[in-house]
C-alpha cells in the first residue's frame, strides 16, 4: 500500500464497501429492477399493439384500394386458392397442408403486395405474435370468402364495396392465432352466424388472439382500427387454449359482438 493510500485509510477509516453494505445496495437495486420492469413491459407491449393497429389500417386502406381499382371488386378473403387471381395472400390451390399463408411468396403472391402495401412485409406481422409465420392478420369471411363447402356458416359475403352496408360496424381485418400451426385467410370463429344462441366454432376459434393486453386489434370497412379488449374472461382463456368452445360460448358478449361484426349481405 502507497504512503499516500495509507493516509486515506486512516482518514476514512474503512478501506470499501463492507459485504452487508454491499447485499444491501444489490437488494435495493433488486427491488427498484422488479418495480421497474413491470411498468417497462408494459411500454414495450403499448408500443407493439400500436404498431399493429397501423398495420392493420393501412392494410385496411391497401385492401380498399385494390376494390377502387377494380370495378368495386373486393379480393378475396380467402388465402388457398382454386381459382388464381385475387387473393389477398395466396399460397396455392386448397389441399391439405398448404393453407398455412404465412410466407413471404404467399404474401407475393398476394393481390395487396404491390402496389398496395408496397413490397413490404412490415405491415403483414403483428411484432407481439411470436410465430414463424409473417402473416398475423386474417379478413372476416364477410369479405369475399368463401360461403360454399364451409358448412360451419352461414354468411352472404360482400363482393362489392357498394354492397357493404353500415360499413363503421362491418369487420375488415382482426390480429389472428396462429397457435395450430396455421392462420385462417379468412376469419370467422362462430359456428352459425344466424345460430340461437351463437356458439364459438371448435377449429376456428383457435385463431382468435388475446397477444394485446387480453385483447386484440381490428379495423373496418369505413378504414377506422379500434383495440378490443376482451370483455368475458373465457374469451381469452379461449384465445390461449385455456378453455373447450363450447364451455365459453353461453352468453358471451364477445361472441355476441363478433356476431354482430360479421353480418354479411342483407344485414
Ligand atoms: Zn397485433
Redesign the pocket.
Known amino acids: 500500500m502507497s504512503k499516500q493510500q495509507k493516509n486515506t485509510v486512516r482518514q476514512t477509516g474503512r478501506s470499501g464497501f463492507t459485504l452487508i453494505e454491499l447485499l444491501v445496495t444489490i437488494s435495493i437495486m433488486a427491488t427498484l429492477m422488479s418495480m421497474l420492469l413491470p411498468s417497462l413491459n408494459r411500454a414495450r407491449e403499448m408500443g407493439?399493439?400500436t404498431?399493429?393497429?397501423s398495420?392493420?389500417r393501412q392494410l385496411t386502406l391497401a385492401w380498399y384500394m385494390y376494390a377502387t381499382d377494380n370495378d368495386d371488386h373486393l379480393c378475396s378473403a380467402d388465402t388457398e386458392w382454386n381459382d388464381p387471381g385475387y387473393n389477398w395472400v395466396a399460397d396455392g390451390p386448397l389441399i391439405p397442408g398448404n393453407n398455412v399463408g404465412g410466407t413471404e411468396d404467399a404474401l407475393k403472391n398476394g393481390v395487396l403486395w404491390w402496389p398496395y402495401v408496397g413490397r413490404s412485409s412490415d405491415l403483414y406481422n403483428?411484432?407481439?405474435?411470436g410465430s414463424d409465420l409473417l402473416r398475423?392478420?386474417s379478413i372476416s369471411r364477410t369479405m369475399n370468402g368463401k360461403t360454399c363447402n364451409c358448412e360451419h356458416d352461414n354468411i352472404k359475403a360482400y363482393k362489392t364495396l357498394g354492397q357493404i352496408t353500415r360499413n363503421a360496424r362491418k369487420m375488415v381485418l382482426i390480429?389472428a392465432s396462429s397457435r395450430m400451426g396455421w392462420i385462417e385467410g379468412s376469419f370467422c370463429p362462430v359456428v352459425q352466424i344466424d345460430a340461437v344462441p351463437p356458439q364459438w366454432f371448435l377449429s376456428d376459434s383457435r385463431n382468435i388472439?388475446a397477444?394485446?393486453g387480453d385483447g386484440?386489434?381490428l379495423s373496418f370497412a369505413d378504414l377506422h382500427g379500434e383495440y378490443w379488449k376482451w370483455k368475458d374472461q373465457r374469451t381469452a382463456k379461449l384465445a390461449n387454449w385455456g378453455i373447450d368452445p363450447e364451455d365459453a360460448s353461453a352468453g358471451n358478449r364477445d361472441l355476441q359482438r363478433m356476431v354482430r361484426l360479421l353480418r354479411g349481405i342483407g344485414q
Open positions: 407493439q399493439r404498431v399493429c393497429s398495420n392493420i403483428c411484432k407481439s405474435d398475423s392478420y390480429d388472439t397477444r394485446h386484440c386489434n
